[in-house]
T-cell receptor, first 113, second 115 residues
Framework: DAGITQSPRYKITETGRQVTLMCHQT?????MFWYRQDLGHGLRLIYYSAAADITDKGEVPDGYVVSRSKTENFPLTLESATRSQTSVYFC????????????FGDGTRLSIL | DQQVKQNSPSLSVQEGRISILNCDYT??????FLWYKKYPAEGPTFLIS?????DKNEDGRFTVFLNKSAKHLSLHIVPSQPGDSAVYFC??????????????FGKGTKLSVIP
């Protein structure tokens, strides 16, 4: 089925470890986004990508790295995880024209001990 | 500095009645507004949107109203059903300038529809 999938759905890791969250979409959407959702903050944009090999920072990029070598994949890496990065992470994608909604995956719940 | 505000963290409504969820914004560059619905352990699902050239958009039981002068939008659900119980997020974007295509979200309003 076409759509956007995130993996893993749940992840527990320790501080200082590197962890990568995967995002894959089958719509061939140009734009892809990573958000984190925390209590009291709603959804905050971490990074986004307008096309393969084009990425840019969002509101809360510190501590995260992204890449986009293929249009359909947009992995998010925490190079050295900290407890403050415990959160639920959502990936989204949208078409390239303006006034288009973003479509979200089901999220990855990440706990850093 | 919160650019999109949902001042009511929660709302309870009787089944069959109208639910009204409110959202205020401060950035005058915003010209596209969306509502998302989110169930626990799922991603946000797009519900309805409105462009700044309109003041109303309707889709079945859901209607969004936009008041540009007041920088205010609202989502009306009529009639409310128990399956509408979820967290509703308001979001906005600007189609020009730096950061176009990015969505800025409110903190959400938890709607509970009581049978």
């Amino acid at each position: 089925d076409a759509g956007i999938t995130q993996s893993p759905r749940y992840k527990i890791t320790e501080t200082g470890r590197q962890v990568t969250l995967m995002c894959h979409q089958t719509w061939s959407h140009s734009y892809m986004f990573w958000y984190r959702q925390d209590l009291g903050h709603g959804l905050r944009l971490i990074y986004y990508s307008a096309a393969a090999d084009i990425t840019d920072k969002g509101e809360v990029p510190d501590g995260y790295v992204v890449s986009r070598s293929k249009t359909e994949n947009f992995p998010l890496t925490l190079e050295s995880a900290t407890r403050s990065q415990t959160s639920v992470y959502f990936c989204a994608s949208s078409e390239s024209s303006s006034h288009q909604p973003q479509h979200f995956g089901d999220g990855t719940r990440l706990s850093i001990l | 500095d919160q650019q999109v505000k949902q001042n009511s963290p929660s709302l309870s409504v009787q089944e069959g009645r109208i639910s009204i969820l409110n959202c205020d914004y401060t950035n005058s560059m915003f010209d596209y507004f969306l509502w998302y619905k989110k169930y626990p352990a799922e991603g946000p699902t797009f519900l309805i949107s409105i462009s700044s050239i309109k003041d109303k958009n309707e889709d079945g039981r859901f209607t969004v109203f936009l008041n540009k002068s007041a920088k205010h939008l609202s989502l009306h659900i009529v009639p409310s059903q128990p399956g509408d119980s979820a967290v509703y997020f308001c979001a906005a974007s600007a189609s020009s300038g730096a950061g176009s295509y990015q969505l800025t979200f409110g903190k959400g309003t938890k709607l509970s529809v009581i049978p």
